[in-house]
T-cell receptor, first 114, second 114 residues
Framework: DSGVTQTPKHLITATGQRVTLRCSPR?????VYWYQQSLDQGLQFLIQ???????AKGNILERFSAQQFPDLHSELNLSSLELGDSALYFC?????????????FGPGTRLTVL | DQQVKQNSPSLSVQEGRISILNCDYT??????FLWYKKYPAEGPTFLIS?????DKNEDGRFTVFLNKSAKHLSLHIVPSQPGDSAVYFC?????????????FGEGTQLTVNP
């Protein structure tokens, strides 16, 4: 158990809908990251937050947004969902958000868009 | 552009023997490298890391070797155990002006046969 929690574990929804994925980092970690793992793309970095502020951005679609709250939990919002958004979404956390900090991953949320 | 590549999708070894997983990278800005292990329906689990100022790091049965001139790293598992059967991901990070992100390889499925 990494100490990173993600809810829900599974999510099934329809095209055009909007969903919110939630992540709680390990105790003491200030930085959270979101990654997407799809069948044909592998694990892809989406976005990083440190202590409530956005720090780094990957190939995150404009339909996707995220935020980190004062209690350090984070939410990833996916809107106008398409079939291709079906994937595993992982949250990770690290102590200070530095490149040499180890990132610890949660169990993931499996999103299925029908 | 795949900056981190794991050219072997799968590897099968006998219990007790050595497992060697390989990873190549193209981005010369990468200076911190990690290996993660992933079981089905779980998030990636951190195994071992190495900084670019080192060429070897050891932790129990796991050793990571880094050859900067060849932009190549490898993970050695000795002795291999059936419980090591999982997908192994190589990941890299680079110093950025702000924030951090991991770039992952495609993964190698390791099967350790009893």
């Amino acid at each position: 158990d990494s100490g990173v929690t993600q809810t829900p574990k599974h999510l099934i929804t329809a095209t055009g809908q909007r969903v919110t994925l939630r992540c709680s980092p390990r105790s003491g970690d200030l930085s959270v990251y979101w990654y997407q793992q799809s069948l044909d793309q592998g694990l892809q970095f989406l976005i990083q937050y440190y202590n409530g502020e956005e720090r780094a951005k990957g190939n995150i679609l404009e339909r996707f947004s995220a935020q980190q709250f004062p209690d350090l939990h984070s939410e990833l919002n996916l809107s106008s969902l398409e079939l291709g958004d079906s994937a595993l979404y992982f949250c990770a956390s690290s102590r200070m958000g530095r490149p040499t900090d180890t990132q610890y991953f949660g169990p993931g949320t499996r999103l299925t868009v029908l | 552009d795949q900056q981190v590549k794991q050219n072997s999708p799968s590897l099968s070894v006998q219990e007790g023997r050595i497992s060697i997983l390989n990873c190549d990278y193209t981005n010369s800005m990468f200076d911190y490298f990690l290996w993660y292990k992933k079981y089905p329906a779980e998030g990636p689990t951190f195994l071992i890391s190495i900084s670019s100022i080192k060429d070897k790091n050891e932790d129990g049965r796991f050793t990571v070797f880094l050859n900067k001139s060849a932009k190549h790293l490898s993970l050695h598992i000795v002795p291999s155990q059936p419980g090591d059967s999982a997908v192994y991901f190589c990941a890299a990070s680079a110093r950025e002006t702000s924030g951090s992100r991991l770039t992952f390889g495609e993964g190698t499925q390791l099967t350790v046969n009893p």
